[in-house]
């Protein structure tokens, strides 16, 4: 759609990713609950601070993968888990594809191979960002329920919420968090 | 997913709708936009006010599929339009279809039929529905106009907004809105 | 007030229900609280999907009473419930029936008397919109105690808040939901 | 109600007054709009400010009308203009003072007759603090309409909006809010 | 900075504390917190609720203190306390009574001398209205606590949060509400 | 402060940034401004983008520079322009690099250089940066326009908000917003 957008035309559009807010806490009672945009920073942050410390991470690519990851919400909007209960098997992932395609068109080839790389997820950067995106989700969900809004726990209970990506000093962060939940909720 | 659903699953589940925010207000800047459960509301006063005037309607029926007509978002979410153009054609009906099977499980099966007939849309019950569905958003989007709030003029010009479900008495209603949405911008 | 008001007139008018709270929610804390409009949604839902289990209901009728029982609240308000303690006995009821008339003028004459029908509360379908909206208020209480979000323990203290309108069906959802909240306070 | 009520349990109580929106912006579209003790706030300033300027005005009572002429609406909330056509004549005058006798019932009875004066309007105290309940208003409208949001032109042609209480340092300043006002909306 | 700034000019610019919400409220989480405006007008009616009860003060200007006190976040913006740690000793008290002389411009020298006044602290009426500006505080942190919104309790803990000013009526308020509070958490 | 801060305290903390509304909308009225956080991922874009395009640019470290740059804000919050009149000539600078300091302390020490040379502002990288800033300010100022909200049209009058860091690429862009933007408002 919109044959020969231009750089403006996506740097205007991407302000949108600002007004999208995560489903996940939607449907849970978060009042004001984290944009897209801010899991997004939060997720960099992550992926810049950790792979430092990660030998044989290309850093650099690592954090440009980190920058595409959840663009595609641009054209797809962000859609509630249970939605892939209901569309075909990898559906959303070709339609998330699909739309990084027309959104990343004003730049180079090299951001949409970014995309793929993490849509893969076998290189130890997409590892990395794939690990940090869960990361970033289970440190607001301690956030939001220290603040007590929003029924968060069973975030906690579900294993795919926990990817190390094979980084021991991800897991650690994941144990941590954990223990000094657990720590508050016993009060 | 969730087998042995119960009635007041069902009843509990449905107070989310209130949360999801239409995506089409949230992508142009409306200010606190409308939930999908507010616009479930005035589709219906739209459609017993003026099934009530057409002859043929089968009113009380026309009232129960503009009821369920958006349920399906409680699982699905509610889409931007842009989606469209990256699912395969027809994924999200079938989407839907599969999650209004769940959602209404507690119900006899006849409330899944009236879905059905939303879908296939060729009952003068089910065009009704789907032409008050517009209506309402272009008196929303009249509204918000008038309050001077978000970028919604490009709904004026697209025709998909418009359909009377070859019911004058809906067409006619089309009508004084735009006359009258074109004298106030004319100012 | 407003002579010569057009259906169109009262389609504008309604969309303002969406933006008025609930006040009961409003006053105890509650984030973004539910909107008119969304509890009149739900009170329909109810009402249809008990209704069709009830014995003796015009469930075509209990509808329409449920589509117009709130609507007085756009010229109104809602008011908190401590108003009721220094407005002469009646005159809520006096007004909101003399805003109906106002409201409904653009609708045959039908329409009024549903409301008339649901403020006297004999009939079983009034008794049931009734019961149906109260039901509602502790399906959402306890949607947003889950959330942890605003004080509301004192509505399951009330006596007023689970009227069955001699309704089984409805008696045995009130004390499913106070089963299940119970155990969810408890933890 | 509430008997027995202490100086602490006022306190938390008007700490609500936060909590309900002014009805005028809602219902006119304002985003975020003005809380009644937003509004209290501003008259306050305006009046102590306004008052010095005026010779015979005793000051330090006028800020004390003015500090309590808005707390019955945190029993009787904050009912939009058109809802006094319905009640009857004096109803709602009625029912705000008894609501400010239990409100302030913890407080010497000097408090309930400062409100008595404002109800009356017949000192110069009262009628200035009445004056700049209105003046507030008219600033807050434009500056709501220096930023595009809410529609609010009606207010500018409704005379009751603009009482002087028969003193020019108010009369001037809405006549120099009206000219600054009008030279931005021709732009 | 702008010169010549008229009594209008105030005004209107006095509308923005509404828009400054409290940074102690929003870095803890609590949803839609107070604004700067509400604060004040809470600390105006403990001020002249308690300050009448006191022998030695001239209510009026401490009344008058309360109502600049926090004027200076016009320009300033509502700082959070861990600010100053960074900022050199004295540099934030500085710089609130240089944007008071600009914002009180328009305004009889009289009203900066009531800044200078509170600042200083050390008259009876001052040292009322800085017991009274965290009184407000922990009344609305109570008010938090009980709604379930925020990551509060830490204010408890901190000995700043209770200055009584020499006052036995305040020193039992903040006694009071303590003991209130503890029976809520310890439920 | 806070001895011994842990990378999972930093990590905590950063979330707060997401509720740090930028002041500048605050004050002009835009209704849910954008955070701090959303302002750091689209410099951070930015930065990444066209920093592709400029020879002589080291991308991966101006895309660092770019993801610490506003984290003073975490405990300094984000002051108003017009504070500036009224600290004493850089102590603004002085406390967000002390600020840093604590923030960043568990990182190593090339992170708090990075912001040193964000704050120096004269190699090539921290230049860029300096004008996505800028970029970024002026590309959400259009896109609230567009939407209605705010009164945001003395931005384009200030030369400050357009720095082009040297960079053609950046200036062609601030040209071409500017002359997109005209072209709407005339209309």
Known sequence: MKANRTLLDLFLEAQMLDRIPRSGYVLRGVAN???VTEHCWHVLFLVWTLGAKI???????????????????????????TSSHYFPEGAKKTAEAAAMADILAPLPERALALYAEYQQGTTPEARLVKACDKLQLMLKVAVYERWGTGALS?????????????????RELFEELRTRRNAAVRG
Do not use: K, M, T
């Open 55 to 81: 030998e044989g991470i290309d850093l650099s690519r690592a954090v440009e993968i980190a920058l595409v990851h959840d663009l595609a919400e641009l054209r797809i909007g962000d859609l509630p888990r």
């Open 33 to 35: 609950p984290e944009s």
């Open 154 to 170: 069973e975030f906690w209970d579900n294993p795919d919420n926990f990817p190390d990506g094979g980084f021991p000093a991800v």
